[in-house]
């Protein structure tokens, strides 16, 4: 059964800093890997999607990447801002499967 | 475009009564569609998903049913309520399996 972890739980840093979040999955076996953010009491909006084939995907000031044989995928914020304030989850969709495995999430808070 | 509709935004309902929750999809057609819940404190748990008209798939055991009575239609729904089944509630849909989108969630809160 596929289990996805993610930290660390909460992080908090000043504005402009870059920083890394973390997902780990158990199987390896995945179709794609995708991060969300969700703002307190909102739906998750989609940020990156990487497909099982593909080691990263780039948008804006993020850059999420995907090392299937470790089990790992990190989403790289580039000079935060207060805006960027919110939780982060991760998702994996197995080869197997039609459902999406979720992380816990990552609250992030950026401080002006 | 796609969009998804996810309705009501908030809920307060009374132990013991019914519950109704609607979810539909605009701009595509034979979506998979799914029902997950946030509890506080804990992540996202699917609770149901559909690959099609009448198809309903359960992950977990639970006091909540789900139909698909036409094709971008998912309702969840409860004959009654437990305190327990208090939480966030989001509908997702996706075509085939690449990306995830997701509604605007509906607050439950039984009281």
């Known amino acids: 059964k596929q289990e996805v972890t993610q930290i660390p739980a909460a992080l908090s840093v000043p504005e402009g800093e870059n920083l890394v979040l973390n997902c780990s999955f158990t199987?390896?076996?995945?179709?794609?890997l995708q991060w969300f953010r969700q703002d307190p009491g909102k739906g998750l909006t989609s940020l990156l999607l990487i497909q099982s084939s593909q080691r990263e995907q780039t948008s804006g000031r993020l850059n999420a990447s995907l090392d299937k044989s470790s089990g790992r995928s990190t989403l790289y914020i580039a000079a935060s801002q207060p805006g960027d304030s919110a939780t982060y989850l991760c998702a994996v969709m197995s080869n197997y499967g039609q459902n999406f495995v979720f992380g816990p999430g990552t609250r992030l808070s950026v401080l002006p | 475009s796609q969009t998804i509709h996810q309705w009501p935004a908030t809920l307060v309902q009374p132990v013991g009564s019914p519950l109704s929750l609607e979810c539909t999809v605009e701009g595509t057609s034979n979506p998979n569609l799914y029902w997950y819940r946030q509890a506080a404190g804990r992540g996202l748990q699917l609770l149901f998903y559909s690959v099609g008209i009448g198809q309903i798939s359960s992950e977990v055991p639970q006091n909540l049913s789900a139909s698909r009575p036409q094709d971008r239609q998912f309702i969840l729904s409860s004959k009654k309520l437990l305190l327990s089944d208090s939480g966030f509630y989001l509908c997702a849909w996706s075509v085939g399996r690449p990306q995830a989108f997701f509604g605007q969630g509906t607050r439950l809160t039984v009281v």
């Open positions: 199987d390896s076996a995945i179709y794609n």
